[in-house]
């Protein structure tokens, strides 16, 4: 695995849109729930931004559900 | 309890300036960086500011050298990168509306990308560039660190912003 690869690509994968659809939560209304910038979920989102745990909890905690299920760690070699 | 990430993130409550100052270092930037950019275009010598002013250390061709007084010279410089400066630095260091913990993380990753990127063009102008032109070098490479880092951080702040618009 080269640099460049590990800087491009954080190794976790979320169904964090998925997930809001589901509750049918704007990226604004979400970002309010967990006292973040909208940026931030939108970071996360596209896959720019990993979560710290505290956030990730906090999220996970928003739709009911581990954090597990709503960011998986991406298998790697 | 706090944990370790908070710790980092709330340093940089502590050491960063209240929003309201961003406005005021762009309000001093501009006019400033304007300022400068007229300053190396027309040349320092052609803009007449001449004032008594207090120096710790002067010295001049063909003059006494100058030590803790007060001397008359052009201070179009000083005033054009002081205030360059002083703008950049509240900019730069002074808090989003919302701190979070990807600002702050983006925060720490533009510091990191300016300098990188400054001294690696400084190294390229120690190879390449010689005799009078390397003090231009110089003298520019003074700001651009700041003006780098700002650079950096608003561009990822305002791309992520145009796409954050398109979504819902």
Redesign the interface.
Known sequence: MSYIEILKKPDVKNNLRVERAISNL??EELAKKI????????????G??V?????ALKIANVFGKHVEDIFMLEKKD | ML?I??NFYFMQNKLLLPHKWKRIGWIILIPSFVFGLYLIIFGIENVHLNARTFAILDIEILKDTKIFSFISTNISATIAGSLFITGSLLVGFSK???E????S?LRLTSLLWAVLVNYILLLFAFLFIYGLPFFDVMVYNCFTILIFFIVRFNYV?YR??K??GR??
């Open positions: 704007t990226q006292s973040v910038s909208r940026q931030t979920i939108n970071a996360i989102e596209s720019k931004y979560p710290s745990t505290v956030l | 944990y990430h908070q989003e509306k919302v979070d913990e990807f600002i993380n702040l992520n912003f796409k954050a979504e819902k």
